[in-house]
């Protein structure tokens, strides 16, 4: 077990806390988190993009001129590519770009993700926290009072409305809820900063 110490949101020390190793302790997998990193970002595309061939141009197929004695090069329809309205050669069409990933690798990948965060020391845990003026000001003060070098990343049990608008105008802080915490969001952020209750929450989730 790790024990590491607990904050509040002045940074100031105000206890510790044992670290379960089966969530912190496990051994790093890096083909497995890139595996569930390239399966999010796929899910993410929408892919429904969409342009017309030159089947699906609307329109006459009527030959736009006789096929010799004009100078021009022959043509049999106006709705070719290179004609402007014309179909588009290889045109894109929706497609399904989703990967699938097995649940028991999503979170093993998650808790090993987890565990490389606390061995390169970009765990941060507080006791809690609550922005209750929803003010962006009172974010920033947080994240002065810590000094953190990159972006951040907190995950609490509960996000009410004013901290999620007081955190929305900075750039490097990002806040989410524990239970949609995936392994893309540990990751990208250079400092995850958990609180007491979101590493119960983990524990227990996965005991």
Do not use: C, W
Not at 117 to 122: G, I
Not at 155 to 161: G, K, L, R
């Amino acid at each position: 077990m790790a024990n590491v110490k607990v904050y509040n949101m002045k940074a100031e020390e105000v206890g510790s806390y044992n670290l379960k190793d089966d969530v912190f302790g496990v051994e790093y997998n890096e083909p497995l988190i890139h595996e569930v990193v390239v399966s999010y970002n796929a899910n993410q595309r929408q892919g429904n993009k969409s342009t017309l061939t030159r089947s699906e141009v609307r329109g006459h197929s009527a030959k736009p001129y006789r096929q010799k004695g004009t100078g021009r090069a022959r043509q049999g329809s106006t709705k070719g590519p290179q004609f402007t309205g014309g179909g588009v050669v290889f045109a894109p069409k929706p497609r399904d770009f989703s990967k699938k990933v097995n649940k028991q690798a999503k979170r093993t990948a998650l808790l090993s993700a987890l565990s490389q965060k606390l061995a390169q020391n970009e765990i941060t845990v507080l006791d809690k926290f609550e922005l209750g003026s929803g003010k962006t000001k009172d974010a920033k003060k947080f994240l002065d009072a810590f000094k953190f070098n990159g972006s951040v990343l907190v995950v609490s049990t509960q996000n009410s409305e004013n901290e999620l608008r007081a955190v929305g105008n900075l750039q490097n802080l990002e806040t989410v809820s524990v239970e949609l915490l995936n392994v893309y969001e540990v990751v990208s952020n250079k400092n995850l900063v958990l609180t007491e209750s979101a590493i119960k929450y983990l524990e227990e989730a996965n005991a």
